[in-house]
């Protein structure tokens, strides 16, 4: 059946389903080519305000837990497309295993998207697989690679949010495009790096960044998550700067294949 392709802004999730195999580049097609094996942990991404749970963000580990290193470190070129999309895969089949509640936030990188609405096709056949809502999926952009194609960024976020999906600019504030990449790719979430975040109560100039950069995000209306956060201190500082969104040790440590227990402070 042909696509039904009238413009970008008509593009729905059951056209891209049908593409076949032929559309795709090689490094997408079903997320083969990445055959070493791995899982996730999850770790909350909480809204202190409400004392619900915003999201929970899939960390790449080794089958028996190892760090994110032991399988990031056998990422190459040659692999990367595929390793993306087995991630997407894996996340979306935990997460539905687990019954996830919020969202379900998935790093992606830029750099590996060829072309979003045929990586896209596998996405969407995970969350059909295994019955998870497409609108509960949150993509970070990880700041921390370098964007080769500003362009091809912004392509790919109109895509996602075209079809419901929520896009974030992760570590905002320690990568390569900081400011540039927020005023031209306006995700609906930034997420402010732990180096903004830890430490605030001594360094007042830290705080100031900090504070000002949430004012900005917030005036763009754009949702703000502080990330890295460990001690009350800094919850405390950055709550007065209008942030209710939290990640960090003080509220849960990442938990492989479940569900963390919330602490909340």
């Known amino acids: 059946m042909a696509l039904r392709m009238r413009s970008d802004l008509e593009i729905l999730p059951e056209d891209i389903e049908r593409m076949s195999t032929r559309d795709l580049c090689v490094g997408c097609r079903n997320g083969e080519g990445f055959e070493l094996e791995f899982t996730m942990a999850f770790q909350p991404i909480v809204n202190v305000q409400t004392r619900t749970v915003y999201a929970h963000e899939a960390l790449v580990r080794g089958p028996a837990g190892e760090g994110a290193g032991s399988i990031l470190?056998?990422?190459?070129?040659?692999?990367?497309?595929?390793?993306?999309?087995?991630?997407?895969?894996?996340?979306?089949?935990?997460?539905?295993?687990?019954?996830?509640?919020?969202?379900?936030?998935?790093?992606?990188?830029?750099?590996?998207?060829?072309?979003?609405?045929?990586?896209?096709?596998?996405?969407?056949?995970?969350?059909?697989?295994?019955?998870?809502?497409?609108?509960?999926?949150?993509?970070?952009?990880?700041?921390?690679?370098?964007?080769?194609?500003?362009?091809?960024?912004?392509?790919?976020?109109?895509?996602?949010?075209?079809?419901?999906?929520?896009?974030?600019?992760?570590?905002?504030?320690?990568?390569?495009?900081?400011?540039?990449?927020?005023?031209?790719v306006r995700p609906q979430v930034v997420k402010l790096d732990r180096g903004l975040c830890h430490g605030l109560g001594a360094d007042a100039g830290r705080q100031s960044i900090a504070k000002y950069a949430a004012a900005m995000a917030q005036e763009l209306g754009i949702v703000v998550i502080a990330e890295g956060i460990e001690r009350e201190e800094d919850l405390e500082i950055l709550r007065n700067f209008g942030i209710e969104l939290f990640q960090g040790f003080l509220f849960a440590r990442p938990a492989l294949e479940r569900l963390p227990e919330i602490h909340w402070p």
């Open 73 to 184: 470190g056998q990422v190459t070129d040659a692999n990367r497309y595929a390793f993306d999309q087995a991630c997407r895969v894996k996340a979306i089949e935990l997460a539905a295993q687990l019954g996830m509640p919020g969202l379900l936030s998935i790093n992606f990188l830029p750099n590996a998207v060829y072309e979003p609405r045929n990586c896209l096709r596998v996405t969407l056949s995970a969350a059909k697989r295994f019955d998870f809502p497409i609108e509960q999926i949150m993509f970070e952009i990880a700041e921390s690679e370098k964007v080769v194609d500003l362009d091809h960024v912004i392509r790919i976020v109109r895509a996602y949010e075209r079809l419901g999906l929520t896009t974030a600019i992760d570590d905002f504030g320690a990568g390569w495009a900081g400011l540039n990449l927020l005023s031209e």
